[in-house]
């Protein structure tokens, strides 16, 4: 059974696009007309096109945990892995997401394995994706596997969704707090300072100070946003070279309050991630070195990979972790004591879920430490602005006086 990518319009002459599968064109064209389409165009799917197409594929993380969810789900009740596959295709109403759900049961028709399918799209399913499945399929359990990957992925998703939430409204705050300082100063200051241009007397170092800046914004105000976009565009490009890259992240490391966060995220990342695959099955070292991959940070992914050689030399896991210095001393002691109890995976999970938590937490400090400060910030602005304008006020009074 073949794949075909189709054109048709509906009842209401709207053009639909999307992918089907049988074993000729004519086929599709018949199954379309019964659903009242009119086909326009009907074109097979074939293995070069397919391959292009996969590197522009990409799907939300949120879809890739309802995926995951919903092929264990139909795996569990005890449909085959085509039919799960086919079955998620059908009642995706996303062009993208079909194309790439039959795509990969094309794959697996053809006789090739559910990881070697999903490996052909590696933008949407990363390596430690393909690696449980894989292990999944090889041990007979591919159901409890995507049970697991399915938790994972929705954990992972929660605790982006959780952080993202929690600093929109900050950064809305920060907005707007800059737009009306940038308001006052531009627009209002000028008309409330421009009874003080005929005064012959020398004006406050204050007010002199607000009016230039003022007439900054006025005169240089677009140009000034066209640098500052500028600057963020040639950082973005800078970033895409090794050297800028391993200056960034070491920068990241360095700095007091933002190295805690990088940490409390990559080794909750990391023992998440290991604990997925070493109860998946996945050998411990093909495990290390694919939890390295999922490590943003450039420094502490080299630090993981040297201690995977440690452990391929014959040290322990948690002894080779130690020295790289990235671990607090909680999650050290949870990996020895699963070393020594055999429970690895399950003192692993433990590590991840106590990571995450200290890392909501403190989330969840600072953000309620930035609100009240930034309101201190604006006030101080804002009172600075005043006192500004107020200064020549009373410096006339005493003249009068």
């Not at 074993?23 to 326009?40: C, V, W």
């Not at 966060?261 to 093909?286: C, D, H, K, Q, Y």
Request: glycine share 4%.
């Amino acid at each position: 059974m073949a794949t075909f990518e189709y054109t048709a319009l509906d009842s209401k002459n709207k053009t639909h696009k999307g992918v089907m599968e049988g074993d000729t064109a004519r086929q599709i064209r018949q199954q379309l007309r019964e659903q009242t389409f009119i086909p326009l165009a009907v074109e097979k799917i074939t293995r070069p096109a397919t391959h292009r197409r996969q590197q522009r594929i990409s799907i939300s993380a949120t879809d890739l945990a309802l995926l995951t969810r919903q092929l264990a789900t139909l795996i569990a009740s005890g449909l085959s892995l085509e039919e799960s596959l086919y079955a998620i295709a059908e009642q995706s109403e996303k062009a993208r997401l079909k194309r790439l759900l039959l795509s990969v049961r094309s794959r697996v028709l053809e006789g090739h394995s559910l990881a070697e399918g999903l490996s052909e799209f590696p933008k949407v399913f990363p390596a430690v994706y393909q690696a449980t499945v894989s292990a999944g399929e090889q041990s007979g359990h591919l159901d409890l596997v995507l049970e697991r990957l399915a938790e994972y992925t929705e954990n992972r998703q929660y605790l982006h969704q959780k952080v993202l939430l929690a600093l929109f409204y900050p950064a809305l705050l920060s907005l707007i707090s800059i737009l009306i300082v940038v308001g006052l100063l531009a627009y209002v200051v000028p008309q409330v300072v421009q009874v003080f241009t005929n005064i012959q007397q020398e004006l406050p170092w204050l007010t002199r100070t607000l009016i230039n800046i003022s007439d900054l914004l006025q005169d240089w105000g677009i140009i000034l946003l066209f640098i500052l976009i500028a600057i963020i565009l040639g950082i973005r490009y800078a970033l895409r070279f090794e050297k800028v890259v391993y200056f960034f992240h070491h920068l990241i490391l360095v700095l007091p309050l933002i190295s805690r966060l990088e940490r409390g995220v990559n080794v909750a990342r990391f023992t998440r991630t290991l604990s997925i695959l070493t109860e998946s099955g996945v050998p411990m070292l093909e495990a290390l070195g694919i939890t390295a991959q999922v490590i943003p940070n450039y420094h502490k992914r080299q630090a993981i990979l040297a201690a995977t050689q440690k452990v391929r030399e014959g040290s322990s896991l948690h002894t080779a972790l130690s020295q790289t210095g990235l671990f607090p001393s909680m999650t050290l002691h949870l990996i020895m004591s699963g070393e020594a109890s055999g429970k690895l995976e399950q003192m692993l999970e433990r590590a991840a879920i106590m990571q995450e938590r200290e890392l909501e937490t403190l989330i969840s400090v600072l953000l309620g430490l930035f609100e009240p400060l930034l309101i201190l910030v604006m006030g101080g602005v804002v009172l600075i602005i005043v006192l500004a304008i107020l200064m020549p006020i009373f410096e006339l009074n005493q003249l009068i006086n």
